[in-house]
């Protein structure tokens, strides 16, 4: 560890923290790390968020606290399956224990939350559906976000809140730290793998590439702009419909030619759909048609989130609907290539935003 680190990140093996630590031109970054490496030649402290004083000893605690003056907390359990046990206990607790280290250190917090935040009414639990039994389902994600965003708020320290929507791979190579939810969307429907998807065609779906939400917050925290702050396409949100049509044609061009999904609504899927062709597969097969069906769940009849992209000094421009599109259109690409390879899907561990 430098002698005078000033700047904390966990999560920094994350979709957004791998993204992030390459932008900080700076001597004095120190990665809280629970089990993956993250980049090359930054200090790394191996440490566990849900364990007292992050997973440190007294004495590497005390330093740590003597010589940080930025967090950026960025760790989180991002799984819908995770249960709420799990999920609250890094994104809850862990958001309580880093404020804890803000506190004794006088040091500020960037917090990476969500831009669904508010839509726990938008899953099936929120609007009074049934879910199954091991079904996944964002609403102790969201809730987690939601609870974790009121304590940086209350915690009487100088805080910034950077709610990024689903980030997607860098904007030039299409290429990320590891699959998210839509990733794996994406994979299906190159792979010819998703024959429904719960939501209607005009559901808007945002979209925000790693690289983008990446210089939003490395620029929030070197001219420290305090409040909350989108990381979102916002009024350039493609909907779903336009999203598949993208990943469509991008197969094609890979020599692929898949079907292209059926839209319904989340009702029809968990009332229909799910009893009579899902229930009967093998559980890793059910595990990921629950994973899709809730990721979709939080754009069904959502409206439209705002974005401050494009007022950030220092920041990445406001996107526009073809930025957007090009951004889709290398993600979809990257993922066509690997499918196309028989290259393994990117996994990772949970240390993401």
């Not at 590497?60 to 991002?78: C, E, K, P, Q, S």
């Amino acid at each position: 560890m430098p002698d005078r680190p000033g700047l904390l990140v966990t999560g920094s093996t994350g979709v957004l923290g791998r993204a992030l630590l390459p932008l900080l031109h700076r001597p004095d970054v120190v990665a809280l790390a629970h089990r993956a490496s993250p980049e090359r030649g930054v200090a790394t402290l191996r440490g566990d968020l849900t364990r007292p004083r992050l997973g440190l000893d007294d004495g590497d605690y005390r330093r740590l606290a003597d010589r940080t003056t930025t967090i950026v907390h960025a760790a989180a359990v991002t799984d819908f399956g995770a249960g709420d046990p799990a999920t609250s206990a890094l994104n809850v607790d862990g958001t309580r224990r880093v404020l804890d280290l803000a506190a004794a250190a006088g040091a500020r917090v960037l917090y990476v939350s969500t831009a669904f935040v508010d839509r726990a009414g938008h899953t099936p639990e929120g609007r009074g559906a049934r879910t199954w039994d091991g079904a996944a389902t964002p609403t102790a994600y969201l809730t987690s976000k939601r609870r974790a965003e009121d304590l940086v708020r209350g915690s009487g320290l100088d805080w910034a809140i950077a709610r990024p929507s689903v980030v997607i791979g860098d904007s030039v190579t299409g290429e990320i730290a590891r699959y998210q939810g839509l990733h794996w969307l994406i994979r299906g429907i190159v792979r010819d793998e998703v024959p429904v998807i719960a939501g209607p065609a005009e559901s808007p779906v945002d979209v925000v590439p790693a690289d983008v939400a990446a210089r939003a917050v490395a620029a929030l925290v070197e001219g420290w702009l305090p409040g909350e702050h989108w990381l979102t396409a916002g009024p350039a949100a493609p909907t779903i419909e336009h999203l598949v049509d993208i990943v469509l044609q991008v197969a094609r061009e890979h020599g692929r030619d898949p079907s292209a999904p059926r839209f319904m609504t989340q009702e029809t899927v968990q009332r229909l759909v799910r009893p009579v062709f899902i229930e009967p597969l093998p559980a890793g097969e059910r595990r990921r048609f629950d994973d899709l069906t809730a990721m979709c769940s939080i754009f069904e009849g959502a409206p439209l989130v705002p974005t401050s992209l494009g007022t950030i000094p220092g920041g990445p421009p406001a996107p526009t609907r073809a930025s957007v599109d090009a951004a889709l259109e290398v993600t979809a690409t990257a993922i066509a290539r690997r499918v196309r390879a028989g290259r393994r899907a990117l996994r990772g561990d949970e240390a993401a935003a």
